[in-house]
T-cell receptor, first 116, second 112 residues
Framework: EPEVTQTPSHQVTQMGQEVILRCVPI?????FYWYRQILGQKVEFLVS????????KSEIFDDQFSVERPDGSNFTLKIRSTKLEDSAMYFC??????????????FGDGTRLSIL | AQSVTQLDSQVPVFEEAPVELRCNYS??????LFWYVQYPNQGLQLLLK??????LVKGINGFEAEFNKSQTSFHLRKPSVHISDTAEYFC??????????FGSGTRLLVRP
């Protein structure tokens, strides 16, 4: 069964540095998402992406964050000038259709980001 | 604004016993509800979803959930759990912007 793949599985970065988290969504999917889960807390929506543009973003997703689909297969989350509180598990998800259709979101295994 | 409440942070249960994981929601729009499972060091996997139709929804791994509009609940049940069901379970609701709002999760701990 096709999967959403995320790399790396664990990223350690110095505070203030930029980090790029990479995701390869399922190939025929058109909707892409990033979620964040701070240790011990709930999963939080960050951003959704469709037709090469952001369709929705949360208040967490400020100017520090950006997303890009640089080619036909990758979907990246860039975090500039990282802060300690950015330490979390970041999940990528993709779906063939929007959430209100009968098309579920498929999640990757996540990238654990540790800011030192 | 939509929200999801999972009152139980952890539910311990013996193997082969039944289990119910509680979920209550608030929503001002059409209600689409989901249960996801997260096994250790893995991503979220969809267990089941309610979009419309029958209020009793059957999912994978023998789980089912019942949508109760009057009680604004979507509790997850399984009649007989296995050790392998030990995981974190998240209830979620779709909000008016078509994104998922998750509950805080319930850790199901199945003991032999």
């Amino acid at each position: 069964e096709p999967e959403v793949t995320q790399t790396p599985s664990h990223q350690v970065t110095q505070m203030g540095q930029e980090v790029i988290l990479r995701c390869v969504p399922i190939s025929n999917h058109l909707y892409f998402y990033w979620y964040r889960q701070i240790l011990g807390q709930k999963v939080e929506f960050l951003v959704s992406f469709y037709n090469n543009e952001i369709s929705e973003k949360s208040e967490i997703f400020d100017d520090q964050f950006s997303v890009e689909r640089p080619d036909g297969s990758n979907f990246t989350l860039k975090i500039r000038s990282t802060k300690l509180e950015d330490s979390a598990m970041y999940f990528c998800a993709s779906s063939q259709g929007p959430l209100y259709s009968n098309q579920p979101q498929h999640f990757g295994d996540g990238t654990r980001l540790s800011i030192l | 604004a939509q929200s999801v409440t999972q009152l139980d942070s952890q539910v311990p249960v013996f193997e082969e016993a039944p289990v119910e994981l509680r979920c209550n929601y608030s929503s001002s729009v059409s209600v689409y509800l989901f249960w996801y499972v997260q096994y250790p060091n893995q991503g979220l996997q969809l267990l089941l979803k309610y979009l419309s139709g029958s209020t009793l929804v059957k999912g994978i791994n023998g789980f089912e959930a019942e949508f109760n509009k009057s009680q604004t609940s979507f509790h997850l049940r399984k009649p007989s759990v296995h050790i392998s069901d030990t995981a974190e379970y998240f209830c979620a609701v779709m909000d008016s912007s078509y994104k998922l709002i998750f509950g805080s999760g319930t850790r199901l701990l199945v003991r032999p």
